[in-house]
């Protein structure tokens, strides 16, 4: 039995990138393992968020996890701040962090780009807090998508770093990615990734979004002229995005896909695309309307953020100790 630790931003309403490469394995793992899974509300702020907004999308984020198939009774969901040792183990890890290393980071050279001269301190120690998350569960595997792999490296290192010169108190994480790292791209610019902060709402499918909306969107999505189904992330990165959704919604591979749509059009491919994402995505909406509303909800993460509490009240302790940040 491992421990597993993943987290999602309530900073807007989930897409499909969310769900095929990090929600969907959330529930796979939860059988044989001891799973904590987070909305992260402290990271959402790392850029100004709407109060209300973002009180209402904790709530939401956390019936699209129950609603995806998460059990209460197996993982333990929570909400970030409701769990201080996060932002505690947070501040150590930004302590231990260097300017140059966070710098280095594309989520933050992504974000800032938009901020122009005023860029929120959060932004760059993003990373640090995400470690703090991670290691104040002794994760072993960390079920994120591709995108987060730079931010699992740093983890990892300022795991290594604490370890080093303080004293074995951190188990090193390892990043777990499924279906061989899906990268959902923007459906309007292809060369990058499908956000839920985006505010090109044509270029995201969102998990609530309805059946015809789905089919408007990836009929509209950016292809090329070459009218071939075919796998070639540079030469045609809008139709590959297409063949890449495909493949995770249905587990066929790409040569499967490429053969049963030799000789067809755009047209036929993007709709079995539209039908094969919509009847994943039914049964996850009918489920989460039942959920959000239902008082079931608050226990639930009530009782989430007590059993966060317990076990990130050990590991904060041992790093206390270990650092000297006590006086008896
Ligand atoms: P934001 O734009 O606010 O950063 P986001 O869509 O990137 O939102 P996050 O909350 O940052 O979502 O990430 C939640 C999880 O979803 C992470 O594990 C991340 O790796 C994964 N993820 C995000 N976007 C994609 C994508 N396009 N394809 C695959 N996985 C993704
Ligand atoms: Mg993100």
Same mark, same amino acid.
């Given at each position: 039995?491992?421990?597993?630790? *993943?987290?999602?931003?309530?900073?807007?309403?989930?897409?499909?990138?969310?769900?095929?490469?990090?929600?969907?394995?959330?529930?796979?793992?939860?059988?044989?393992?001891?799973?904590?899974?987070?909305?992260?509300?402290?990271?959402?702020?790392?850029?100004?968020?709407?109060?209300?907004?973002?009180?209402?999308?904790?709530?939401?984020?956390?019936?699209?996890?129950? $609603?995806?198939?998460?059990?209460?009774?197996?993982?333990?969901?929570?909400?970030?701040?409701?769990?201080?040792?996060?932002?505690?183990?947070?501040?150590?890890?930004?302590?231990?962090?260097?300017?140059?290393?966070?710098? &280095?980071?594309?989520?933050?050279?992504? =974000? $800032? *780009?938009? &901020?122009?001269?005023?860029?929120?301190?959060?932004?760059?120690?993003?990373?640090?807090?995400?470690?703090?998350?991670?290691?104040?569960?002794?994760?072993?595997?960390?079920?994120?998508?591709?995108?987060?792999?730079?931010?699992?490296?740093?983890?990892? #290192?300022?795991?290594?770093?604490?370890?080093?010169?303080?004293?074995?108190?951190?188990?090193?994480?390892?990043?777990?990615?499924?279906?061989?790292?899906? &990268?959902?791209? *923007?459906?309007?610019?292809?060369?990058?990734?499908?956000?839920?902060?985006?505010?090109?709402?044509?270029?995201?499918?969102?998990?609530?979004?309805?059946?015809?909306?789905?089919?408007?969107?990836? =009929?509209?999505?950016?292809?090329?002229?070459?009218?071939?189904?075919?796998?070639?992330? #540079?030469?045609?990165?809008?139709?590959?995005?297409?063949?890449?959704?495909?493949?995770?919604?249905?587990?066929?591979?790409?040569?499967?896909?490429?053969?049963?749509?030799?000789?067809?059009?755009?047209?036929?491919?993007?709709?079995?695309?539209? #039908?094969?994402?919509?009847?994943?995505?039914?049964?996850?909406?009918?489920?989460?309307?039942?959920?959000?509303?239902?008082?079931?909800?608050? &226990?639930?993460? #009530?009782?989430?953020?007590?059993?966060?509490?317990?076990?990130?009240?050990?590991?904060?302790?041992?790093?206390?100790?270990?650092?000297?940040?006590?006086?008896?």
């Amino acid at each position: 039995m491992s421990i597993i630790f *993943s987290g999602i931003q309530p900073s807007g309403n989930l897409t499909l990138g969310n769900y095929l490469g990090a929600l969907r394995n959330f529930t796979k793992v939860q059988h044989d393992n001891e799973c904590y899974y987070c909305v992260v509300n402290q990271h959402a702020i790392t850029v100004p968020q709407d109060p209300k907004l973002l009180h209402q999308r904790t709530r939401e984020l956390a019936a699209i996890y129950l $609603a995806a198939g998460l059990d209460p009774e197996k993982a333990t969901l929570f909400v970030q701040s409701e769990v201080p040792e996060h932002a505690q183990l947070g501040w150590i890890m930004t302590t231990l962090s260097y300017v140059g290393e966070l710098e &280095r980071m594309t989520q933050y050279k992504d =974000k $800032a *780009s938009k &901020r122009g001269d005023s860029i929120p301190a959060g932004l760059l120690t993003y990373p640090p807090l995400m470690a703090a998350d991670i290691l104040l569960y002794q994760t072993n595997y960390v079920p994120v998508g591709d995108d987060q792999k730079q931010h699992m490296e740093i983890t990892r #290192d300022l795991a290594q770093r604490f370890n080093r010169l303080y004293g074995e108190v951190f188990t090193i994480p390892q990043i777990l990615l499924g279906h061989d790292g899906t &990268r959902v791209m *923007s459906l309007q610019e292809p060369t990058k990734k499908m956000s839920k902060s985006d505010d090109n709402t044509t270029a995201t499918i969102y998990l609530l979004d309805n059946p015809k909306d789905i089919e408007k969107k990836i =009929k509209r999505a950016q292809t090329d002229s070459e009218n071939t189904v075919r796998y070639d992330i #540079d030469c045609q990165p809008g139709i590959s995005n297409l063949i890449e959704i495909l493949s995770a919604v249905t587990d066929k591979t790409h040569e499967e896909i490429e053969a049963a749509y030799a000789g067809k059009g755009y047209g036929v491919f993007k709709k079995d695309v539209a #039908d094969a994402v919509i009847s994943v995505l039914e049964p996850i909406q009918n489920r989460y309307q039942e959920l959000v509303g239902d008082p079931e909800l608050d &226990r639930i993460l #009530d009782a989430g953020a007590a059993k966060a509490h317990a076990k990130a009240s050990v590991t904060y302790e041992k790093v206390c100790q270990a650092m000297g940040l006590f006086r008896k």
